[in-house]
């Protein structure tokens, strides 16, 4: 076992020592920075503002600007706009959900793969073998952190133009340390 993986709370080790193959080896493991996980999540925190002051504004309009009594059919109409306002909160709560979600999150690189554990109830395993860790593209932060993005995919979008979706590990505290890794997996791939 990694010294990476043996700084990480026992059940994160737990969850990796099951997923790990016969004779599989971990060389690097860490878990996101979860505080720059929940700043990523601030940009559509601040649509939800507007939103759900929106919601509480028409909820309040649409009961006349006061309490409603609920006497008469026409007094429920403020009652549609209550799926809005909790989208609305939902979306303010947002960066807490990905925060938590960092907090149960590991990257690991092994002697044969690379790939990520999420969730902390139902857990996601996203795998890559080395012939998929292609195009790696590295964002480093000034103080060494960063995100790693490899097996690019072009899918299309709703309206039929096309996304180009990066997997890849996000807010890795040492981003460098992290590629060298996955470089060393690649290499030592057989051709």
């Known amino acids: 076992m990694s010294m990476d993986l043996m700084k ?14 016969p004779g599989e080896v971990v060389r690097w493991a860490a878990q996101p920075n979860s505080s720059r996980m929940m700043m ?15 919601s509480v504004f028409w909820i309040w309009g649409a009961a006349g600007f006061r309490l409603p009594d609920f006497s008469s059919p026409f007094s429920l109409f403020p009652l549609f706009g209550l799926p809005f306002l909790l989208i609305g909160i939902g979306g303010l709560l947002s960066p807490l959900w990905v925060q938590r979600s960092a907090r149960h999150t590991v990257y690991v690189v092994s002697n044969q793969r690379a790939f990520m554990l999420s969730g902390w109830r139902n857990i996601t395993m996203t795998s890559w073998q080395p012939a998929q860790l292609t195009q790696i593209t590295r ?11 490899f097996d690019a995919q072009i899918q299309r979008d709703a309206d039929g133009n096309a996304v180009k979706s990066k997997n890849g590990f996000s807010a890795i505290p040492d981003v460098r340390t992290a590629e060298s890794f996955i470089n060393a997996l690649v290499l030592s791939r057989p051709s």
Do not use: H, N, Y
């Not at 990523?40 to 929106?54: D, K, S």
């Open 8 to 21: 990480m709370p026992p059940e994160l080790q737990q969850r990796v020592t099951r997923e790990l193959q």
């Open 139 to 149: 964002t480093e932060r000034p103080d060494g952190s960063g995100d790693l993005a």
């Open 40 to 54: 990523q999540g601030f940009a559509l925190w601040l649509f939800f503002i507007p939103w759900t002051a929106f």
